[in-house]
């Protein structure tokens, strides 16, 4: 595959990358919009204000001295999304290791299909003070329902004296989070990108930014996102403004940036994932895009022109975090467990199967030469997957260069109801006017 950074080789990736990024996530984006509006109405049904910091139902809850009081019961309830975890002949090694050396009994339950609904169900058994059945949650960054979880005292503070392998082996790209300073709610489960992609015979000079989206050269074949937090944030970088740190005055500079390259006849079209389809047809040659669409693209020879883009100005970074809601009935095994998944022999057979950018950057190592459980593991699961483990640790993809870490910028994180009316009024009217 064609690359423009750092002379590497992005097209060495694990079919499971595609599998999981490209399906698992498109099937969020498809509900994010109205998703948004969703948990927006419940965010307001519950009562939040700017007041409930004085006065959130998990005070005193997460201490020092809470946390000293809690106990293993060697049981824990984990709701994860589909597909997003390790698998052999109906069982996760990862797992069964844990509950083997721990002798923590884990329910794990793929019951996340996107981050609104699966807050819908929560959310009631949160306002009335009742533990959710769930001691650990997934929770993406840039959708508002993990900022309304934090806002309205919903989870669990962390307590990093219990949390030995995190403190040692986290990586860069989840640690100190703009939507979570000092990581006091939440560890990552893994992360991912949404970038740009054009097609390299009809390209031939893409350049090494975004602006490449706002190029009057391509008029009427450029594709953007339908997703108002996907749009609003690509104006955002192609101003040099970083979206995690923006202000209401740069989202309506970004709006009108956006504005304007609609004006000019530059859009083809507001796409859901129907854009790699008019992308592999030509319709349009140069699109915002997921990362996993384009490496998908490339496993069919005839759409080998297709190419990521990693641009100056950044691609955007999400991040699905583990999380303990309140009232949790065993958050001490919930935070071993979510701890357990920061060792790097851990992490290389959950990479091995799914193949998303590591929380753990020394797991790369662990792939290549393995010093533990994790080798029987990885041997195990080779017929499965049906490539080695040194492709999994030689991809970009998982183990981003600095370049890309450097490269890789969080989404604005929401702090109130009046944010994300404030954002989808500005950039819904872009997508949706005439």
Known sequence: MATNDEGSNDGIIDPSFLRGLTQRRLSRRQALTAGAGLASSL???????????????????????????QKLHHNVNFANWPYYIDVLKGKHPSLEH????????????EVIQDNASFYAKIRPSLAAGQATGYDIMVMTNNNPE?????????????????????????????????????????????????SVGYNSKLVKNPGDSVQILFDKKYAGKV??????????????LALGIEPATSTESDWAKAAKKLQKQKSDGIVAAYY????????????????????????????????????????????????DNMVIPLHAANPLDALTTMDYFYSPLTQSVVEYYNDYICPVPETKQQLLH???????????????????????????????????????HPYYPFKNQEEITAWTNLFLPIIQGA
């Not at 699109?287 to 100056?312: E, M, R, W």
């Not at 010093?371 to 483990?389: D, F, M, R, V, Y």
């Open 370 to 408: 393995p010093t533990g459980w994790n080798a029987a593991a990885l041997k195990a699961l080779k017929p499965e997957i049906g490539l080695s483990p040194t492709v999994t640790a030689d991809s970009l993809v998982v183990f981003p260069s600095p370049a890309r870490i450097k490269a890789s």
């Open 43 to 69: 965010f307001l049904a519950s009562g939040a204000s700017a007041s409930i910091a004085n006065s959130l139902p998990n005070a005193g809850v997460g201490t020092k001295s809470w946390w000293a009081k």
């Open 272 to 319: 859901d994932q129907s854009y790699i389809q008019h992308l592999k047809n030509g319709d349009i040659v140069v699109s915002q895009c997921y990362s996993g669409d384009i490496f998908q693209a490339n496993l069919n020879s005839k759409y080998k022109d297709l190419t990521l883009l990693v641009p100056k100005e950044g691609m955007l970074i999400w991040t």
């Open 98 to 109: 844990f509950t083997a050396t721990t002798k923590i009994k884990v329910n794990y339950q």
């Open 223 to 236: 594709g953007m996102f339908s997703d108002p937090f996907e749009l609003g944030s690509v104006g955002l």
């Open 146 to 194: 993990l900022g309304y979880l934090i806002q309205l005292g919903w989870l669990i503070p962390l307590d990093r004296a219990k949390t030995p392998n995190f403190n040692k082996y986290a990586g860069p790209l989840v640690t100190n989070p703009p939507f979570d300073p000092k990581n006091k709610y939440t560890m990552a489960w893994q992360s991912g990108w949404t």
